[in-house]
């Protein structure tokens, strides 16, 4: 086995190579089964939020989440969910129909990577809504027992970021 032993690595154009650490990391996740929506209005998922207080006004946030979701509709309405920081919306997923989601559902992963430019804490949300509001939308959904899923949000600070 050989070993590697540099003091800098550089690209060709002398430029250095990105940088970060992370610092804090918390994850929420859902897996209570029943967790069903059905609102032509944006709604909160119970229980998916989270709150983390960057260190540092340079500080990054990432912001990861999978998330389990089954439709119930035969007609073709479509599903948004969106991701925000406070009541300010970062990210929309965009729509989701019941043709593209089979009954044991789909996993939809998203991530952001957020610059609040603050050292208060900042709390991360996911809500959902439907075109319709006789569509069921339904979070961590499992028609077989023996099948674990799990829907998570996780903040993630990125501390001494360098972007080249």
Avoid at 56 to 64: A, C, E, F, P
Avoid at 86 to 92: F, M
């Amino acid at each position: 086995m050989s070993t590697l032993k540099v003091t800098n690595l550089q690209k060709l154009d002398g430029s250095t190579f990105p940088v970060g650490k992370v610092g804090q990391v918390i994850q929420t996740s859902l897996t209570d089964n029943n967790q069903t929506l059905n609102t032509t209005t944006f709604t909160d998922l119970t229980n998916l939020t989270v709150s983390i207080t960057p260190t540092s006004t340079s500080s990054k946030i990432l912001i990861t989440s999978a998330i389990q979701v089954a439709l119930d509709d035969s007609g073709g309405a479509r599903a948004y969910m969106r991701l925000l920081r406070g009541t300010t919306v970062i990210q929309t997923l965009a729509g989701i129909t019941d043709n593209n989601v089979s009954s044991q559902g789909e996993n939809y992963v998203f991530n952001f990577l957020d610059s609040p430019n603050s050292t208060s804490s900042q709390t991360y949300k996911v809500q959902a809504k439907s075109t319709n509001s006789s569509l069921d939308i339904r979070f961590v959904y499992n028609t077989n027992d023996s099948i674990s899923t799990v829907t998570t949000l996780t903040a993630m600070e990125v501390l001494a970021w360098v972007q080249n």
